[in-house]
C-alpha cells in the first residue's frame, strides 16, 4: 500500500521540489497540495492522506495553528512539519499539537522519505538538533503549577504504565524498553497505548514532553543521543 501524502507550503518552487523528490519513491503518492493551512480540512475530506507534510510559516493559517486543527479531527493524518525555522516555541507548539515529526528543509531529500515512511508507521520523527534544543528548552521552561499538573497526571498512570513512560521520556525504543523492563515488546506497545488513551495523547513524542514537564532532568542523555525513536 502506498503512503498517501499532503504537502503543505505557501512556496510553489518548494512543493515542486519537495513532490519531485518524495514522488520518486515507489512507495509515497502525493495526493495533493496546498500552500496555505486554511485549505487543510477541505484538501484531506477530497484526499483522506496517510502524512501531511506541513511547512510552518505561511501567511493566512500557519502550519502550526493547521496542526492544532487537524490533530483535533477524529482520524487525523498523521503530521510532518518541514521547515527553515526551529525555534523552540515552534517546536514545543507543534509537539504539544500533536505533530509526529520534524524535521528541517535541508534535511538530505533521502532522510525527509525516510521520515515520511517512519512517521506513516506510527514512528515519531524528530533532527537531532531539534531535540537537543527542545529538551533544553523543556527543562528551563516549566513552571512549578505545571509541573504538580502533569505529574498528577503520570499519577493516574499504573506502576509499569509509568516504568514505561519515564523509558519513553528518556528516549528509548520499544526494544530498549522491553529489555530494561523484562516484557515483551508486543507488552510495550500495548502499555504505550494504553499510556496515549489514559493521558489523551496522540503518540510518543507528546509522552515524552509530559514526562519531560514533570521532571526535566529525566531523559536529558535521550536527547544528547539525539532522537525520540
Known sequence: MSIRLIIVDDDPLVRTGLTFMLGGADDIEIVGEAADGAEVPALIERTAPDVVLMDIRM????????????????????????????????????????????????????????????????????????TRQLMTHVAGATTGARRDTVSDRLGSLAEREREVALAVGRGQSNAEIAAGLYMSVPTVKAHVSRILAKLGLNNRVQIALLVHDADPATGTEGARNGDIP
Open 59 to 130: 501567511p493566512g493559517v500557519d502550519g502550526l495553528t493547521a496542526t492544532e486543527t487537524l490533530r483535533r479531527r477524529q482520524g487525523a493524518p498523521e503530521v510532518l512539519v518541514l521547515t527553515t525555522f526551529h525555534a523552540d516555541e515552534q517546536v514545543l507548539r507543534a509537539m504539544r499539537a500533536g505533530a509526529a515529526g520534524f524535521v528541517l528543509k535541508d534535511t538530505p531529500p533521502a532522510e525527509i522519505v525516510t521520515a515520511v515512511r517512519r512517521v506513516a508507521a506510527g514512528d515519531p520523527v524528530l533532527s537531532p538538533a531539534v
